[in-house]
Nanobody, 123 residues
Framework: VQLVESGGGLVQAGGSLRLSCAAS????????MGWFRQPLGKEREFVAG????????KYADSVKGRFTISRDNAEKTVYLQMSGLKPEDTAVYYC?????????????????WGQGTQVTVSS
């Protein structure tokens, strides 16, 4: 399984970015997808997750109302639309997948990870 993130960059506070994660090597439409992030010097943390149909989503409290996760099973891609960005959103963002159909909030629920994409929010 390969996951390739894109869409990161530098943005001013209050701005928006859309991250993409293209998957290959497994039956994308059968499995949940998740986004995690790791600020410099801190632990990796859950951001958002989406079930195999796209109807079930979960969000960290810190991003609720600002971030939206979605997926396109035909394109084998998961997205993270980020709005109202804050400096504390600065981190490397990773997408992940595993063998579960429903999203989990813990890293242990995912078996495959992308290489990450840097998001930097300036104040």
């Amino acid at each position: 399984v390969q996951l390739v993130e894109s869409g990161g960059g530098l943005v001013q506070a209050g701005g928006s970015l859309r991250l993409s994660c293209a998957a290959s090597g497994h039956t994308f439409s059968n499995y949940a997808m998740g986004w995690f992030r790791q600020p410099l010097g801190k632990e990796r943390e859950f951001v958002a997750g989406i079930g195999w149909t796209g109807r079930t989503t979960k969000y960290a409290d810190s991003v609720k109302g600002r971030f939206t996760i979605s997926r396109d099973n035909a394109e084998k891609t998961v997205y993270l639309q980020m709005s109202g960005l804050k400096p504390e959103d600065t981190a490397v963002y990773y997408c992940a997948t595993g063998t579960a159909a429903w999203p989990t909030l813990t890293q242990s629920g995912y078996d495959y990870w992308g290489q990450g994409t840097q998001v930097t929010v300036s104040s």
